[in-house]
């Protein structure tokens, strides 16, 4: 696992082209949990590595842009195996030198975490996101990723808990999925509000739309 945390601090986000970047990606990983939500040409990487939960095609733009940024904290509401937080984290710390990173779940920290705990240093929040507050992050977080209660109230909920930790920019998971309506009903209602972009790419391989990721700055 570690020669795994070690290539993706090698990446250079800012120099690799987007078609590159996306087909790299799968190379570190992939969750298989929904497989029918996931394009079945990358199944070769599923369950495997760091098992992070993203389409590469909207991941590979998404990364792109969040570099262009000067982050230097970064919060992930449900971070289940942590593959994307690990991704984000590394990206960002190439750039931007170190990263405070906070990981929030309910669920007992995986063992994919404990592995990259022993490499680069973070937070484990094992807590509802309601519960997050001052004492738990005694500072402001530039960056946070909403990926947790994907009720209309529970994101409503975590969007404003998060404001307490005044972030630049924040992002929305599910924002275009069939699985998760009432995201994509809270993430139209709010957009046009803030400067805001949307990932959205999907695969013709899958019977649907699923995932999608909505970045705004605030």
């Known amino acids: 696992m570690v020669e795994i945390f070690k290539k993706i601090s090698q990446v250079d986000i800012k120099e690799i082209d987007l078609n590159l970047l996306e087909t790299t990606l799968p190379t570190f990983g992939m969750n298989g949990e929904n497989s029918r939500e996931l394009p079945s040409e990358l199944s070769e990487h599923f369950n495997t590595g760091i098992r ?3 389409y590469p095609n909207q991941f590979a733009p998404y990364l792109k842009q969040i570099s ?3 982050i230097k904290s970064y919060l992930e509401i449900g971070c289940r195996w942590g593959g ?9 710390t190439k750039i931007n030198g170190e990263v405070n990173g906070f990981a929030c779940d309910y669920m007992p920290q995986s063992k994919i975490l404990d592995e990259y705990q022993k490499y680069g240093n973070f937070n484990y929040l094992q807590t509802h996101s309601q519960k997050l507050n001052g004492k738990l992050i005694n500072q402001d977080i530039d960056l946070i990723l ?3 209660d994907h009720s209309y109230e529970g994101l409503s909920r975590d969007f404003e808990i998060c404001k307490q930790f005044n972030p630049k920019y924040v992002s929305f998971h599910d924002i275009c999925s069939d699985a998760c309506p009432e995201v994509v009903k809270f993430w139209n209602e709010i957009k046009e509000q803030y400067k805001h972009y949307e990932f959205m790419s999907q695969y013709d391989s899958v019977d649907g739309n699923f ?6 700055e605030i």
């Open 52 to 54: 992070f939960w993203q």
């Open 146 to 148: 909403i990926d947790g």
């Open 84 to 92: 994307t937080f690990i991704l984000t984290k590394e990206i960002l």
């Open 211 to 216: 995932l999608g990721i909505g970045l705004i």
């Open 68 to 70: 262009k940024y000067r």
